[in-house]
């Protein structure tokens, strides 16, 4: 039988149309859409979360996911439209792709938005959340995708050389963050 990726593999002009470069692109953007809602319902109901704790975690986590699913689809697809509040299906069919550059821009933001706004740990019971040191290596990381070439394409690369912010993110975490190797594994 024929194999969902052979399609990718041989770049059929039916690509589109194939399950998983669909699913893809649904589920990131219906994670965009569910990050979205979190942070207009946030914004809109000042007193919807009474801990401020409470609020500037579930922003920080909201933005922390909005940022992971736009990164997801900028090294997947290049250009893509930037949704940063929830719109309504009328306004979507005038939103067109927006530069590559506008959709890291929001992923920057997003992510230092994240970095101040996230716990650096949680107890045992919620481990696994995003953290302020996960939103840092993530933005370690978009710092050096945007740093690559460009290929001539609006893809990923952008040609930035931010390898020195890059590897000051990674730094941080490696000096300052409670990680380590295990002595034995």
Do not use: C, H
Request: proline share 5%.
């Amino acid at each position: 039988g024929v194999r969902p990726y052979e399609q990718i593999n041989n770049f059929d002009v039916t690509l589109a149309t194939n399950e998983q470069v669909s699913d893809n692109w649904d589920n990131n953007f219906r994670g965009i859409f569910r990050a979205n809602t979190v942070l207009d319902q946030l914004n809109a109901n000042a007193n919807a979360v009474e801990d401020e704790t409470t609020r500037n975690r579930m922003e920080g986590e909201a933005k922390f996911l909005r940022a992971f699913f736009y990164f997801d689809l900028v090294r997947y697809y290049g250009r893509v439209p930037l949704m940063d509040r929830v719109y309504t299906p009328e306004e979507t069919l005038d939103l067109g792709r927006s530069p590559v550059a506008d959709v890291y821009d929001l992923i920057l933001s997003d992510l230092q938005d994240a970095i101040t706004l996230l716990p650096a740990t949680y107890p045992g019971s919620q481990e696994g959340k995003a953290t302020s040191w996960s939103a840092k290596a993530m933005l370690g990381l978009v710092y050096l995708t945007r740093s690559g070439p460009t290929y001539g394409i609006e893809g990923p690369g952008l040609d930035s050389g931010e390898y020195t912010e890059a590897l000051a993110q990674f730094n941080d975490i490696i000096n300052n963050g409670p990680f380590g190797f295990v002595d034995d594994y």
